[in-house]
């Protein structure tokens, strides 16, 4: 089955940000890498992918070893390679940083093994799948964490069925990730190669719930009932909004961040709304960071971001800031956002307050002018995994993170693990991935016998 | 500023930096371009017989991102026509009447030697080159290096060609040998005037392994070349200091073979080269390179406190002895600059696995370090306290240190760090004098305990 996006979405207007290596490119980045023994920009790796390995492979030009070696440790190395926030992770700890040099390109290197390996039709990049075992997994959610761990439980001998509500799979590294990092059409290729195998099944348009009222629903007791094993990967949910006070803008000019930006990759009948000339972005996080940047990718010609904090305390990457400063967002620090200004059913603009600290600073409001608002606090976390409590027994922790054994990313639930944002509260792909991989470890332990839980 | 002016039998060259009979010498108009560029001397590419050339007619070995590490080459000796080589030899010693012009011939009869040396000397030429050397191609046809490996044809070859000649003449060698010594005491006996060396190296630089043929691929097959470049400098300088220490040689030495800055040339003429030729540099980067040849030899010259390049001529040959010669009490260990330090552990795994496992790395227990392989432990007093970061940032944890007990001081680790001057070599006063296998062998005790029995008591 082929997953098909229409073309026309906004999302293909942007360029690559970090665009292809050629193969001469390739070859003398990777010769530049020191081949370093128990290399720290492995350790800095999640996964823990053999960099040095794969980067002499694609120095020897042997594409196909390099991927294989890149997906042995995370079948997601595709999406990682272009998606993984590297400066914090494996190339900030590249040993040339110290030298005062630039940094080997790993992440750079990991999307061409991978993509030329494809391209070229190199074959067994996954394992041999082990014979069927009879057992069957569920999970719930079709984001990286689960995509990851069907194709582990697949090569494992296991059945594993995605259910995912959404039309598509892939989650936010589907319909999340900035356009100029990776497009949903090359999210949705990779998970290809996961559907390809034989015990992987998506079953997109199906949602878990409590009770069943209709189609395209199926209740979390039956997969308990049905299955040997459940993983929940559900993410963290819709965009949280200003609260009541802050009263209501239209609905086409005030967007929730995450929805937003799910309409730019996923939805070809989607435009700004006309006149768009000054835009404003409620948050400090790297997913304000991101819509801003796109905000002023696709042509708007005055995008601020409004922090209620200092740059200093910002959540979003240093390097997501200096990028996205450098393509023309402003950050205005310290102002606390109070309500939508509407007049006439139109938006004026957004009232904030100078902050200190964070909060309001009384006497202080003004209007902030803008056309178009995007609100960036947070994702709707704590309801959202409200439905983890479906699954007896699996617990909550005050911020509503699923509670798991990080050993073995088992729940409260003897049959049900979970993995991903749902977890820990909103990472990285690249930590859905581990969690994926230590959750189908011990799933596998359990219904292999191998010890009794 | 430094006289680097030289006298090479006789002829005066401006300064030690001539051009390799090569490509670069095989026109006119080129050796005019290198002498306005700075070249002292120019040796023309081989006269003879008229050849044809194939295409392709290159190979290089790149290394890493290095590229022409090495070169090869299957191109024979001149494929243009006598009289425009000679014509334009005559023109270029016109116009550059200071600059050394030299001749390179190789014919194959006793009658064709006589005339290709007066044809040449016609043009002004300073000096005639026998190239004895070429390892492909001509000497299939008894040419080329299959004189330079005879030393008996190289010798009467070259007595006809002193008979003839009125200017000197050098004798090309052949690195194609398995001692270097004897064509080069044959050329001597012969009457030659100098030597140059080295030619190429009979070589074949890798295989196309899409169409199953050798490199430079020439259709459907290739064949064996010439090899040059920086890669052949440690045979070339080896292969002239086997002729420039010995006693009975001493003829002057033109050094040729991977130079390709002043420093390469320095050292060939620190081991008895007076001239250095230079061919794949020239080809690689162009006449220009000259330039800071001249100028970073002089630098070097002064900074030396020496006036003139004769005086550095042959001033490290006497150290170049045999193994038994060597002091087995002067002992050299590692030492690691922890400042320095990137944390790659590149020393680590290469001591590990390539020399004495005694480069450890700090935090380990015992029973970990002898789990990760080492055989002998550090004594306490040899644990340095690493900080938690270097000045760099490196993790303290990551920046080895060297165990001076176990070290042999091999050098592997120095020569892997990718940080130049991290890991120095440092010499250690062990308090001994002298003494070397030769010595052990004249004093009679030269047994090292723990071989064959036999070799040990040989009574038995
Ligand atoms: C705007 C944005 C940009 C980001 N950019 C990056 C980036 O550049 N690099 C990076 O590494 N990470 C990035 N992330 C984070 C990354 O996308 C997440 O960490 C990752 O997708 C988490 O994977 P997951 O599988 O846990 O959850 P998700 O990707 O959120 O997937 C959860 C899935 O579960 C489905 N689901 C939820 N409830 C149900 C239910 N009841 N029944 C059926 N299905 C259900 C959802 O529809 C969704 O498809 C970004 C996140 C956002 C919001
Ligand atoms: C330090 C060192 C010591 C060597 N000692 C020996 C030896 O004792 N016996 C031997 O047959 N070859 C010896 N060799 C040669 C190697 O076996 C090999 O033939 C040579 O290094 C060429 O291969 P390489 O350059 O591709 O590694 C030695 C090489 C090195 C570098
Ligand atoms: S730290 Fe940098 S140089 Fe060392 S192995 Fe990793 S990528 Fe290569
Ligand atoms: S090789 Fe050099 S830089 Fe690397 S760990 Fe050793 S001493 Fe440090
Ligand atoms: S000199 Fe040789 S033996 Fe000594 S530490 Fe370095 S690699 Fe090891």
């Known amino acids: ?453 | 500023m430094a006289d680097l002016s030289i006298d090479f039998c006789g002829v005066k060259s401006p300064n030690p930096f001539w051009l390799a009979s090569a490509p670069p010498t095989n026109s006119g108009p080129q050796v005019m371009r290198a002498f306005e560029a700075g070249w002292g001397g120019a040796v023309w590419k081989t006269l003879g017989n008229p050849i044809v050339n194939v295409s392709s007619r290159y190979a290089a070995v790149d290394y890493g991102n290095t590229r022409m590490m090495g070169l090869n080459n299957i191109e024979l000796i001149t494929d243009r026509p006598l009289e425009d080589n000679l014509r334009e030899m005559t023109e270029v010693k016109k116009r550059f009447p200071k600059h050394v012009l030299i001749a390179s011939l190789m014919v194959e009869t006793k009658e064709e030697w006589k005339e290709i040396i007066r044809r040449s000397e016609d043009t002004g030429a300073d000096l005639l080159e026998l190239n004895f050397g070429c390892p492909h191609g001509m000497c299939e046809r008894g040419m080329g290096s299959a004189v330079g490996e005879e030393p008996k044809v190289l010798q009467e070859i070259t007595s006809w060609a002193v008979e003839y000649a009125q200017v000197p003449v050098i004798i090309k060698l052949t690195p194609n040998t398995s001692d270097i010594t004897e064509p080069g005491l044959a050329a001597r006996a012969g009457g030659a005037h100098a030597v140059s060396l080295i030619n190429t190296i009979k070589s074949i630089i890798g295989i196309d392994l899409d169409r199953m043929v050798p490199y430079p691929p020439v259709g459907d097959g290739s064949s064996n070349g010439g090899y040059c470049g920086p890669a052949v400098k440690p045979i070339a300088l080896h292969l002239m200091g086997q002729l420039s220490r010995h006693p009975e040689f001493g003829l002057p030495i033109s050094g040729i073979g991977g130079v390709s800055t002043w420093r390469d040339a320095a050292e060939f003429i620190a081991l008895g080269a007076t001239t250095v030729q230079v061919c794949t540099a020239v080809m690689h980067y162009g006449y220009r390179i000259v330039e800071d040849m001249i100028e970073g030899l002089s630098e070097f010259l002064d900074r030396k406190g020496m006036a003139t390049v004769g005086e550095l001529v042959g001033r490290a040959t006497s150290s170049y002895k045999d193994w038994g010669d060597l002091d087995l009490n002067y002992k050299v260990i590692a030492e690691i600059d922890q400042e320095a330090c990137i944390g790659c552990q590149l020393c680590y795994v290469a001591c590990m696995d390539g020399a004495h496992q005694c480069i450890h790395l700090p935090g380990r227990s015992a029973e970990e370090a002898l789990a990760a392989g080492h055989i002998h432990l550090p004594k306490p007093e040899h644990v340095p306290t690493r900080p938690t970061e270097n000045r760099k940032g490196v993790p303290g944890s990551r920046i080895p240190y060297v165990d001076p007990v176990e070290c042999v001081g091999c050098n592997l680790c120095s020569l892997v760090c990718p940080v130049p001057g991290c890991i120095t070599m440092a010499a250690e006063d062990g308090g001994k004098p002298f003494e070397s296998w030769n010595d052990r062998v004249a004093r009679g005790d030269a047994i090292v305990p723990g071989g064959l029995a036999c070799t040990i008591n040989p009574s038995k």
């Not at chain 1, 980045?29 to 999640?46: F, G, H, K, V, W």
């Not at chain 1, 190395?77 to 993984?84: D, K, P, Q, T």
């Not at chain 1, 094993?229 to 559900?234: E, G, K």
């Not at chain 1, 601020?304 to 450098?326: C, D, P």
């Open chain 1, 1 to 453: 089955m082929k997953y098909r996006l229409d073309s026309g979405r906004l999302e293909e207007r942007f360029a690559e940000w970090k665009p292809a290596y050629t193969k001469a490119e390739a070859i003398a980045e990777a010769n530049r890498c020191l081949y370093c023994s128990d290399a720290p920009c492995i350790t800095a790796c999640p996964t823990h992918i053999d960099i040095p390995t794969f980067i002499k492979k694609i120095a020897s030009e042997n594409v196909a070893g390099s991927a294989r070696t890149i997906l042995s440790a995370n079948v997601l190395g595709y999406s990682c390679a272009r998606v993984c926030p590297v400066e914090v992770l494996c190339v900030g700890k590249c040993v040339y940083n110290q030298w005062g040099r630039a940094p080997i390109q790993i992440g750079k290197l990991q999307r061409f093994a991978v993509e030329t390996a494809w391209n070229e039709g190199a074959r067994g990049l996954f394992p041999k799948p082990l014979p069927a075992t009879g057992k069957k997994v569920a999970l719930v959610g079709a984001g990286p964490a689960s995509v990851a761990a069907a194709a582990q439980l697949a090569l494992a001998g296991h059945k594993a069925v995605v259910y995912e509500k959404g039309a598509l799979p892939g989650g936010l590294n589907t319909l999340g990730i900035a356009p100029y990092k990776m497009q949903a059409s090359d999210a949705l290729d990779e998970i290809e190669w996961v559907a390809d195998l034989e015990l992987v099944e998506f079953r997109c348009g199906v949602e878990v719930v409590e009770r069943v009222s209709g189609d395209g629903q199926v209740a979390a007791s039956s997969l308990l009932e049905e299955y040997d094993a459940v993983f929940l990967a559900i993410g963290i949910g819709g965009d949280a909004m200003l609260g009541a006070s802050a009263g209501a803008g239209p609905a086409e000019r005030v967007v929730g961040a995450t929805e937003w930006i799910e309409r730019i990759k996923g939805d070809a009948a989607y435009r700004l709304p006309s006149n768009v000339e000054r835009a404003v972005v409620i948050g400090g996080g790297n997913t304000a960071l991101d819509a801003a940047h796109e905000l002023r990718v696709l042509g708007v010609p005055e995008v601020y971001l409004v922090y209620r904090r200092s740059e200093t305390e910002m959540s979003g990457y240093a390097h997501e800031l200096s990028a996205a400063r450098k393509d023309g967002v402003k950050l205005v620090e310290n102002r606390a956002p109070l309500s939508y200004a509407v007049e006439n059913g139109e938006l004026r603009g957004l009232n904030v307050a100078h902050a200190s600290a964070g909060r309001p600073v009384e006497g202080t409001a003004e209007l902030f002018p803008a056309d178009f608002i995007v609100v960036a606090i947070g994702q709707d976390r704590a309801r959202h995994t409200q439905l983890a409590r479906l699954f007896p027994g699996v617990e909550l922790d005050a911020k509503g993170r699923v509670v798991v054994d990080p050993a073995t990313h088992r729940t409260g639930n003897r049959k049900v693990w979970s993995g991903g944002d749902c977890v820990n509260g909103g990472k990285e792909v690249v930590n859905a991935v581990e969690h994926a991989k230590i959750a189908v470890r011990d799933i596998c332990n359990t219904l292999n016998g191998a010890h009794h839980g």
